[in-house]
């Protein structure tokens, strides 16, 4: 059944009802899957973690959330709706010629997102540059969150941008991996290890678990990155 936003606002919208202002976007190139094993991810980053709203989206000390794994963005969209950075009233528009809400988020459209995602790759290395210029202009507040998929990982620009992190400590980058074992290859003894080998800390917790995520995206990594893998059900990524 589709979402009723009679008398819905932004300040009345909990975790339960994400689902249903998914169901009202509709047409085609949803990538329904790699949209919905985002959610919960995005709802703890956004409700708990985050310091960034809708009237600090430009504020120089606010926090950067990158989403490089951008197909499928339904629920990114529903979580800045639901957070006020998008009008619930567009939603329903996703993908048409004329929406703001295309099939990747553009940075040009919407207040709050931060990178244009496109080729699968980018956004880790992105987030690495981002990350690296804030330390470069003393903004020691802000903090850089990058999610990705596993199967992203294969990308090789995202090694690079794992060692260079890693190399020079970049502490207040954090990596979110949405591992559903769609990576070609894998690694031996889990994603993380691919970073840890680095010099990242890293968390593994599931990824429908909120308590757990919030913990591990708030946890103290002094002198370097922090990689999150946030395991999920094997779906498409």
Known sequence: MLWNMTNTTAETITFADLPGLMSIMTGDEKHDHSAESTLDVLWVLYDQVLRVSPQTAADDDRDRFLLS??????????????????????????????????????????????????????????GTGVALGLRARGQ???????????????????????AFAGAVGLDRLTVIVMDNSSSTYGWPGGAETRFTTEGWSAARV??????????????????????????IETTSN
């Open 69 to 126: 794994k951008g197909h499928g963005p339904m629920a990114y969209y529903a979580v800045l709706a639901a957070k006020g950075f998008i009008d619930l009233a567009e939603l329903p528009g996703y993908g048409s010629f004329t929406s703001r809400l295309g099939h990747h988020p553009d940075r040009n459209l919407i207040a709050g997102v931060e990178i244009a995602s496109g080729s699968l790759g980018h956004g880790l290395p992105i």
């Open 140 to 162: 020691d507040a802000a903090r850089v969150f990058v999610l990705v998929g596993d199967g992203e990982l294969d990308e090789g620009s995202n090694h690079e941008a794992i």
């Open 206 to 231: 599931s990824g429908r678990d909120h308590a757990a995520l919030a913990q591990a995206l708030t946890a103290p990594h002094p002198g370097t990155p922090h990689v999150v893998v946030a395991v």
